[in-house]
Structures are given as C-alpha cells and as structure tokens.
C-alpha cells in the first residue's frame, strides 16, 4: 500500500503566505497614503507656495511716474483683500496714450494688505500720462 507523506515545502496560500499578502497590502495602502497626507498638511493650513485658482480677492493699484531728462520711474502702491494670507500681484505700467506696456513689477504680499515699490519705465510715457493695471494675481 503506498504512503501518503506530506511534505514541508513551501505553500504561498500556506500559514506565512496570506500574512506575507496581508502586509504587502498594508504597505501598498499606507505609503501613497502617508506621501497624500504631507502634501495636503501645507494646502490645507494655509502653508506651502501659492497656489493659483478659487481664491476670492480685492485689489487696486495706483502709480505715479517721475521723469528726469528723458528717464522714467514709476512708483506703485495699492493694498488687496482676500481670502489668503500671501499674493503675487503682478502690476503692468502702460503709456496712456499708445496703451503700450512701459513697465512691470511683481510684488510677494505676505501678511499684510499692501504692497509697492518703484521700476525704471522702459520708454519715457507720453503726454497723457500712465496707466496701471493689475495683470495677474496668484
């Protein structure tokens, strides 16, 4: 009459094998997990770079312009309201007359509501004076 043995080899369905399959399922969903979880942390507080899209704001911006023998500087000021503790307001200094871009500044506002400074105008502004507009804010 034949014997029936069994046999010590390995078995992946065996007793190790599921705990094996459990833990490698356990790592699948914890680490993409953990890495979602850090970068939503800075989004979410407030935190991290600025981020473009559904931000609600309020922003004006006013210039001035200095001439000396032929050069131009500019000088921007203006204040914005919103929703988000950090800005990049992007402000472009027009000719009036020509509507031609003759400047242009970009200004990290942080904490507070206002911003400014002054640029160099590319070409002296004409005889109707400048504009200034607000181009981008992120």
């Known amino acids: 009459m034949p014997t029936h043995e069994w046999t010590l080899s390995h078995d992946p369905h065996g007793r190790d094998g599921r705990r094996r399959n459990r833990r490698a399922l356990?790592?699948?969903?914890?680490?993409p997990s953990l890495i979602a979880l850090?970068?939503?942390?800075?989004?979410?507080?407030?935190e991290g770079p600025p981020r473009p899209g559904g931000r609600t704001y309020?922003?004006?911006?006013?210039?001035?312009?200095?001439?000396?023998n032929g050069a131009g500087t500019v000088s921007v000021n203006g204040t914005i309201e919103g929703d988000s503790s950090r800005y990049q307001v992007t402000v472009e200094v027009l000719d009036a007359a020509t509507r031609q871009s003759i400047g242009q500044q970009t200004f990290d506002v942080r904490d507070t509501r206002t911003f400014g400074g002054s640029t160099p105008a590319r070409t002296p502004p004409g005889p109707a004076g400048i504009e200034c507009r607000i181009t981008k804010v992120v």
């Open 26 to 31: 356990l790592i699948a969903v914890a680490v």
């Open 38 to 46: 850090v970068a939503l942390v800075p989004a979410l507080t407030g």
């Open 58 to 68: 309020n922003a004006q911006v006013d210039c001035q312009v200095n001439t000396v």
